[in-house]
């Protein structure tokens, strides 16, 4: 039997180095998996393993640095800090809280619109499946998916009214099994395609210029907006610490997040590796932006994957368990400053109990603020998924902004401050090196995801996103 610890907070804590191993690595497989092929295809075989190497290797390398920062100012003896934001108020000042929170939740709508565009991608490849189904291979199935944004909006704008889904632990779980169902069928098929004529594709270098009416600037922007994908792919720095405090002492919290990260990115880097490799050497340099859009059977698996996606994401979004951190903490986070900024107002203060059908126990508490301005939100998010429907632009931009302010500048500067390195060290030198590094990396494939979204547009009818 696991035994329970109590923290000096007096909250009971049972996480070991496996449970937040398994945090870990259903934190870091998600959607973004998807655009690896891709990836790899615009940087090619040198540079494509190699990248998915280097943002493992930083990834892993900042998470010891943030693990040492959980407790504040001893990492073994220290107060605990319980959040991201805690450990960035802990060590650094107001104005760095301020930009930090601005970026944060920034990142987590980005991702709700990302993820609103990937999950109507998968209701649209699910509803061609069909059609190809009934109608023939042959036969022409446009899809266009409006509408399945639009019905992926009216589930979220549903489900956004109950933050109690947190307490119904199976659909964590249900959406971690959907993760590795998609992926893992994607691997499987990009085996299968790959065996279906064994000859490696691709080329060193990636897409070409010359080929494919390729130019040099089209090949720089997909080049560094694969460098976007990739990182996104290894974002979860935002809940380390939530992961952290799941964690029962002794041993002391970050030797046993060490040991989970090591492992957890060790395993998620050898699966990547894998799909990207596996996805680039079936189809080469025409991988698909989207890895499952590039099979047409069998359909029944394809159609699985594409459900798995599904539900996947809407877990994902709507729960407020620590893991699921997207919508929930938007909302917590306005909720919270309407209510202190209007202590006295009805529509933020006042609450209302509604039995929940179906349960003779449970029921729904709600206010208005709640009930009118968390659908106002999903509504604001779904727009804006139908007017830039582009997935691995999307995609790269989230994990471009991302990559270098909350997964290296911030553990970086928390852990110097902490552990007190002084200007010019020789460990200072590297540190910022690193920073340095990591900034040009996600500012060209910033630049890149911009210019793809700008190239889109040029061509694309807003609200009409086709398959």
Sequence with gaps: MEMEVAGEDDRVRTG????????????????GILTLPWSVAQLGWILGP?????????????????????RFPDPTNGRRNKTYMDVV??????????????????????????????????????????????KGPKASCDIYGTLHIVIFGIIEAFLSQFPSLEKVTVLSYIAAAMSFAYSLIGLCLCLLDFFSHPHFKGTLLG??????????????????????????AYSFSMILIEIQDTLKSPPPENKTMKKASIFGI??????????????????????????????????????????????HLV??????NVL????????????????????????????????????????????????????????VTTTVAAMLPFFNAMVGL?????????????????????????????KWVVLQSMTIVSLVVSLVATIGSVADIVEHLKHAELFKMKL
């Design 16 to 31: 070991t180095v496996w449970t937040a191993t398994a945090h870990i690595i259903t934190a870091v497989i998600g959607s």
């Design 50 to 70: 190699l990248m998915l190497v280097f943002f493992a290797f930083i990834t892993y390398f900042t998470a010891i640095l943030l693990a040492d920062c959980y």
């Design 89 to 134: 108020r802990a060590s650094l000042g107001k104005k760095d809280i301020l930009i930090c929170g601005i970026i944060q939740y920034s990142l987590l709508w980005g991702t709700m619109v990302g993820y609103t565009i990937t999950s109507a991608m998968s209701m649209m490849a699910i509803d061609k499946a069909i059609c190809v189904r009934k």
């Design 207 to 232: 897409s070409q210029m010359g080929a494919s009416n390729v130019s040099l600037a089209p090949k720089l922007w997909s080049s560094f907006q694969a460098l976007g994908n990739i990182a996104f």
């Design 266 to 311: 060790g395993f998620t880097t050898l699966f990547y590796v894998s799909l990207g490799c596996v996805g680039y050497a079936a189809f080469g340099n025409d991988a698909p932006g989207n890895i499952l859009t590039g099979f047409q059977e069998p359909i029944w698996l394809i159609e699985i994957a594409h459900l798995a996606v599904i539900i």
């Design 315 to 320: 877990e994902h979004i709507s729960s407020s």
């Design 324 to 379: 699921q951190i997207f919508a929930q903490p938007i909302f917590a986070f306005y909720e919270e400053w309407l209510a202190k900024k209007w202590p006295d107002a009805s529509f933020f203060q006042r609450v209302y109990t509604l039995k929940a059908p179906f349960s003779k126990s449970r029921s729904i508490e709600f206010t208005l603020c709640k009930l009118i301005m968390r659908p106002l939100l999903v509504v």
């Design 398 to 426: 989230l994990g471009a902004l991302g990559f270098w302010p909350l997964t290296v500048y911030y553990p970086v500067s928390v852990y110097i401050n902490q552990a007190k390195i002084k200007r010019m060290q020789m």
